[in-house]
């Protein structure tokens, strides 16, 4: 083994079953997974297990054996997942409780960072971390690793909720079926050269990687068209920047030419005539060749062109953002609409792990026209996504927001006939438009957004922003407050380019009047907040900037357990109906407990006034009466079920 690199497919059973400790050294980059990504793989792992897989590719990771152990081995590729992977058998435990540890001691483990390693080991040890987790604790990336391990037990609790028989079969899945691809190299002078590999070229192709070169490969006439097109390509493949900024770096040519403000969209021809031939060929590596010959190409960035030197910039230009979609979901949005437009049959379904699979049939019969037309209209589904789709926007440490950044073209000086691009941030939350989203974002599945189709393809011919409004509007109703029972894929299918209007009497409030406690769907309570907000916020003026945040716990204004003693409750048949509860964030929900009525108005009230902060809107309303009980409990419920219901039946 000493000078061979080798590898092999592993269970988390197969490694349970070895006394191996993987240590993540030093120089390897802190846990930077956010709550998309933690999600994202709960959800993929969790389809795997109802859809009985045999297998569930995790993907691969590099090890080399360290020289301070027998088995004892430093993680240098792969670490996210792998960690995630260890928190998530942490909290399920069962049939992967050996994975977390080796004789009481943690199967991972963190080198120097002190604070990470004593998390681990207490957690591990069901002891309570006594540290502050905050961003200054080993940079940030022990707060990452305390909130995945939050996201993971909400995304049991709620998908399993604590059903012993379904966790254990889980559990079993995980072990047996999720399966890594560890690549074991031998500890040589070179090894730094393996690193900086990983760093500067990657070791893997993404999926997403894999279907360009398959679809630009059927571009075979003219070698800088191909290229002009791979660029088109990669500019829309970064989802953590603008599609102006990504193509201007990636062209490096001045685009706020191509861009035609009245249209909201890029002279797609006029770009491809701007856009100058570069030379892209790479030649591949196998890991062997890069530990003995590698040298890294130190890429100095050009100075940007457009946004950082204008004199209209502000701080608000740079504030960092994030999509609430990755490309490989992008894409298979992308490749729906293309296969609507050719009378071709919809995918399967939305899933980034079957992206190479989804688009399996289209490329069997695709020549250089249709290659061509797939790429632009990929382009043109990216603009309309980042001129009218929300995004999160950081705007202050540990705050991000959703919001949509409007696009405009404006002349360098008075007179000057060259142009920059500006993204502007909106003066208020006046954008009906994009709580709506945001309403959509935060009740639907994370790794899908299925709503996101017919309105990206309506966007595509319209921008007029009210029409797009109204066109939404409809759509959620039709989606999700009917009778159907079809499939969401099937439902967003049949609504792209039809009409979304339909008989008041399909619409179906029945839920809301029943007893269903936290067995209610958050669907409707992020409804409700939507419709408050849409109908009643001239009315309530601490409304104007609210803005809706991921909640996931429902809260019960009278508690269940609340004192007897306690005037101001509910009895049992009212408890669990929807007029006692609110949906609130998990922190608030435990915060809060089982104190009385009163405690939880004053503290309500306190953050509302003094903070400047509205949890609900519903609570708002139901804490403006200094009293609770039967009778205000099912006047509050009627009152919402009839606002619901009135802004359902209204003329859009």
């Known amino acids: 083994m000493k000078n061979s690199v080798q590898s092999n497919l592993f ?15 030093r120089y390897q980059r802190l846990y ?46 792969g670490q996210q997942r792998f960690t995630t ?48 987790v905050d961003e200054r604790a080993e940079g940030g990336s022990l707060l990452k690793i305390f909130k995945a391990k939050t996201l993971i037990k909400s995304f049991l609790d709620t998908t399993i909720n604590k059903d012993a028989v379904k966790l254990q079969s889980f559990s079993r899945f995980i072990a047996e079926k999720v399966k890594l691809l560890v690549t074991e190299v031998p500890d040589t002078p070179h090894l730094n050269k393996l690193f900086e590999v990983i760093n500067n070229r990657g070791i893997q192709l993404q999926h997403h990687e894999i279907l360009k070169a398959k679809i630009l490969e059927k571009i075979t006439k003219n070698k800088a068209e191909r290229i002009n097109y791979g660029k088109i390509w990669n500019a829309c493949s970064d989802m953590y920047d603008y599609i102006e900024r990504t193509l201007r770096d990636e062209t490096r040519i001045s685009v706020a030419d191509c861009y035609e403000l009245n249209n909201g969209v890029f002279n797609f021809p006029y770009l491809l005539e701007l856009m100058a031939e570069q030379d892209t060929s790479v030649k591949p590596i196998n890991l062997s060749y890069a530990m003995d010959y590698y040298k890294p190409v130190i890429k100095i960035p050009k100075r940007a062109i457009d946004t950082e030197e204008h004199r209209d910039s502000g701080e608000d230009q740079f504030e960092p953002i994030r999509s609430i979609l990755s490309f490989p979901q992008l894409l298979q949005h992308t490749l729906r609409i293309y296969q609507h ?71 360098r000086s008075k007179g000057s006939r060259t142009y920059f691009l500006l993204r502007e941030k909106p003066k208020s939350n006046e954008s009906a438009f994009a709580l709506l989203q945001s309403m959509l974002y935060h009740s639907q599945q994370i790794t899908t957004h299925y709503w996101l189709t017919p309105l990206l393809y309506k966007m595509l011919s319209n921008r007029d922003e009210q029409e797009n409004l109204n066109y939404l509007r409809r759509l959620d109703n039709v989606l999700f407050c009917t009778h159907s029972k079809d499939e969401l894929a ?78 101001q409750k509910v009895t049992k048949k009212t408890m669990n109906k929807f007029g006692n509860l609110a949906l609130v964030t998990r922190s608030l929900n435990s915060e809060l407990g089982n104190k009385e009525f009163n405690v939880k108005r ?51």
């Open 11 to 25: 269970s988390i059973k197969d490694i349970m079953d070895t006394r191996d400790i993987f240590n993540i050294p």
């Open 32 to 77: 930077v997974w956010e709550k998309i990504q933690v999600e994202t793989l709960m959800t993929d792992i969790h389809t795997a297990w109802l859809r009985k897989k045999s297998l569930f590719y995790l993907g691969g990771v590099i090890i080399v054996k360290t020289r301070f152990g027998t088995n004892t081995y430093d993680l240098i590729d």
């Open 85 to 132: 992977l260890w928190l998530i058998s942490l909290i399920l435990g069962l049939d992967l409780s050996e994975f977390t540890k080796v004789n009481k001691r943690s199967r991972l483990s963190f080198a120097i960072r002190e604070d990470v390693k004593r998390y681990f080991d207490e957690t591990l040890a069901n002891r309570e971390f006594s540290d502050q």
């Open 341 to 411: 437009e050719h009378a071709e049959p919809d995918i399967s379904r939305i899933n980034e792990k079957e992206l190479l699979d989804s688009f399996e049939p289209m490329l069997k019969n695709l020549n250089e026209k249709g290659a061509k037309e797939f790429i632009e209209l990929l382009f043109r589904v990216r603009v309309v996504f980042d001129n009218n789709i929300i995004k999160w926007v950081t705007v202050a440490q540990n705050d991000e927001r959703h919001m949509i950044k409007r696009l405009s073209k404006k002349n």
């Open 490 to 567: 099937v439902r967003t299918w049949k609504y792209l380019k039809k009409e979304t209007i339909i008989p008041k009497s399909n619409f179906n409030l029945a839920i809301l009047s029943e007893s269903e406690g936290t067995g209610f769907p958050h669907y409707w309570f992020y409804k409700l907040e939507f419709v408050l907000w849409f109908t009643q916020r001239t009315l309530y003026p601490k409304w104007n900037n609210f803005y809706l945040t991921t909640k996931n716990s429902i809260e019960h204004v009278s508690p269940q357990a609340g004192r007897d003693e306690d005037g």
């Open 602 to 652: 004053d503290h309500f009230l306190n953050n509302r006034d003094n903070v400047g902060k509205i949890e609900s809107l519903k609570l708002d309303l139901i804490f403006q009466s200094k009293f609770w009980n039967d009778r205000l409990c099912q006047e509050h419920e009627t009152e919402m079920i009839k606002i619901i219901s009135n802004y359902l039946e209204q003329e859009i």
